[in-house]
């Protein structure tokens, strides 16, 4: 849908189908998935506050991954519940750029959160004796606080580089998204786009090539470490692993979709990978957390049996 740039004050979300009676089913379950997420992120949350005991750099950073995980959900479920139980789906051009601001920095504090966690693993295996004196108190907020500031300083400068101009209002997707939007520019992206490839090619790579890192020499001592020490490392990195893995996974298929034609997939397959790092990680990151860390576990249960 071809416009002038004057006429442009509002997208229209063209990924929402007809879905019939069913969209009170679909209301429900979202509605039910997000009190879920609130409700196990905020559990976690006060446990870890709480208690002197869980006041480590390891939780601290899980604090900080469970806040943004409330922060990244609240950025788009609201949004998404009056979406599914709208005629007509459309949004306003500053509410657009809100969700793409609250979507796009909770990713970059997510990945970046699990890179810093990924240090810390490596310190707390690789280098049991100094952990406590390279990894303080005062350190880890200052890691929190850079992750935090980084994120919301880089998207500010994104979005400030969108440009004014647009030439269409359709966003093919049910959420604002950064990358369909400078489809619709009737100006020149150049500067969006090289400032997307710089931070990819230093901060994105550069934290890649520190997990990588960090869990080759992580393994290196897990083979030729104790029986112990593999339990310990198991223990703790298994979790981080599969919170690393599950977020990758949605951010890849997520880049893949908006980059090339993924339209010969079911449509309903395609909304639901396109929401899974966002409705999926929130979730599966507090169940993730609290089933395998042996402190949280019990602590939930002794909270919960009263």
């Not at 699990?114 to 310190?123: E, G, H, P, Q, T």
């Not at 009737?186 to 990819?200: A, E, F, L, R, W």
Request: proline share 3%.
């Amino acid at each position: 849908m071809k416009l002038n740039s004057t006429q442009v004050s509002y997208f229209i979300l063209g990924a929402y189908f007809d879905t019939g009676r069913f969209h009170y089913l679909y209301f429900v379950i979202t509605v039910s998935l997000y009190f879920l997420i609130i409700a196990a992120n905020v559990l976690l949350i006060v446990i870890i506050c709480m208690n002197r005991s869980l006041h480590e750099p390891m939780y601290m950073l899980l604090c900080s991954l469970f806040v943004n995980e409330l922060y990244g959900s609240t950025g788009l479920f609201p949004f998404l519940l009056n979406q599914i139980l709208s005629d007509v789906h459309t949004v306003s051009i500053p509410l657009c750029f809100l969700q793409i601001f609250c979507v796009y920095t909770y990713g970059i504090v997510e990945f970046l959160t699990l890179a810093v966690m990924s240090y810390d693993r490596y310190l707390a295996i690789c280098h049991p004796l100094h952990y406590h004196s390279r990894m303080t108190f005062r350190k880890v907020v200052v890691l929190v606080a850079v992750v935090w500031l980084y994120a919301f300083f880089i998207m500010a400068v994104f979005c400030l580089t969108i440009p004014s101009q647009l030439c269409g209002n359709v966003i093919d997707k049910v959420y604002c998204d950064n990358h369909y939007i400078m489809k619709l520019a009737c100006s020149d992206t150049t500067v969006n786009s090289i400032m997307g490839v710089v931070h990819m090619f230093t901060v994105i790579l550069g934290m890649i090539i520190i997990i990588v890192y960090t869990y080759v020499r992580i393994l290196r001592v897990c083979f030729s470490g104790s029986k112990e020490t593999r339990q310990k490392a198991f223990s703790t990195c298994t979790p981080h692993l599969f919170s690393l893995f599950n977020f990758s996974f949605g951010v890849f298929f997520e880049i893949m979709q908006s980059r090339f034609d993924m339209k010969s997939l079911p449509n309903i397959l395609r909304v639901f990978l396109s929401l899974y790092f966002l409705t999926c990680q929130p979730l599966f990151n507090p169940v993730l957390y609290g089933l395998k860390m042996s402190k949280i576990r019990n602590m939930v249960k002794d909270l919960l049996s009263g």
